[in-house]
C-alpha cells in the first residue's frame, strides 16, 4: 500500500494567469483542492514538495492547510510545453474506505529464461488502471517474469492484484511478454519504416508557450 505523504499548502486569494506566474518565481505552484461537497478552494505550495510528490510516483496526500489535515488524492498535474515543469495541480479530497479509480506504473520483477536464451522482454503495458479504496493504493503493480520463455507472455487476467484492488483494463491486454528473435527483426524492421518516414521537427520555445500557460491558469482558477 502507498503511503501518505503530508503536503503543507496555502490559501491563495489572487488567482488568475499573473498571480500563477508570480508564485512560480517565488518557487511556489499554484493548486486547487475540491471534492467531499466542499467548495473548491484555490492553494499554493513548495515548488520542491510537488516535484517529490510527482516524480516519486505519490498519491495519497495528507494536505495541511489552515491548521486542519484533509486526505486528498493528488487527481491531476499540468506540465509546461516541455513537459518538465508542473504548472498546476488539482487535489480531490477522498476518504479511507471511499472507492477511486487511478492508473499506477507496472513494474516487472525476476529473470526471464526467454531472455536469457536470446530472446526480448517487451512491455507494451507501463501503467495499469486500476479501481480501490483510497486508503490501500499501491505504489505499483509488480510482475513476476522469473517463468516466460521465448513466445510466452503475461496478460492483464493473469495479474495478481493485491487485496481489495481491481482493474479496469481488458483482460486481453498483454502486460509483458518475451519476442523471439524472428519477431525482434520485424519490430525493427517496422521501427526503421518509421523512422525513415517521420521528418525530424524543430523544437522550440517561443512567445506562445507562455500565452498558452496563461490560459491554462485561466481555466484552472
Not at 30 to 38: A, L, Q
Not at 131 to 149: F, H, M, R, S, Y
Not at 166 to 181: G, I, K
Request: contains cysteine.
Amino acid at each position: 500500500m502507498s503511503d501518505a505523504e503530508h503536503l503543507s499548502a496555502e490559501p491563495r486569494s489572487k488567482t488568475g494567469s499573473i498571480a500563477a506566474r508570480r508564485l512560480r518565481q517565488n518557487a511556489q505552484i499554484p493548486g486547487n483542492v475540491y471534492g467531499h461537497g466542499e467548495g473548491s478552494v484555490a492553494i499554493a505550495a513548495p515548488r520542491d514538495r510537488i516535484d517529490h510528490l510527482v516524480h516519486g510516483g505519490h498519491h495519497i496526500v495528507q494536505l495541511e492547510l489552515e491548521g486542519e489535515t484533509q486526505q486528498t488524492l493528488l487527481r491531476e498535474v499540468q506540465w509546461d510545453a516541455f513537459g518538465q515543469e508542473v504548472l498546476h495541480f488539482d487535489l480531490q479530497r477522498v476518504s479511507s474506505e471511499e472507492k477511486i479509480q487511478l492508473e499506477v506504473p507496472v513494474v516487472t520483477t525476476g529473470e526471464a529464461p526467454g531472455v536469457v536464451n536470446g530472446g526480448l522482454l517487451d512491455v507494451p503495458l507501463h501503467s495499469l488502471e486500476i479501481e480501490c479504496p483510497a486508503g490501500q493504493v499501491p505504489d505499483q503493480i509488480t510482475v513476476n517474469i522469473n517463468q516466460l520463455k521465448i513466445g510466452d507472455g503475461i496478460q492483464v487476467r493473469d495479474l495478481n492484484l493485491p487485496e481489495g484492488v481491481s482493474t479496469t483494463a481488458n483482460p486481453d491486454d498483454t502486460v509483458v511478454h518475451v519476442l523471439s528473435p524472428k519477431e525482434m527483426a520485424s519490430a525493427e524492421d517496422i521501427e526503421d519504416v518509421v523512422d525513415m518516414a517521420v521528418e525530424p521537427e524543430l523544437i522550440r520555445k517561443d512567445e506562445g508557450d507562455e500565452e498558452a500557460a496563461a490560459k491554462a491558469d485561466d481555466s484552472n482558477d
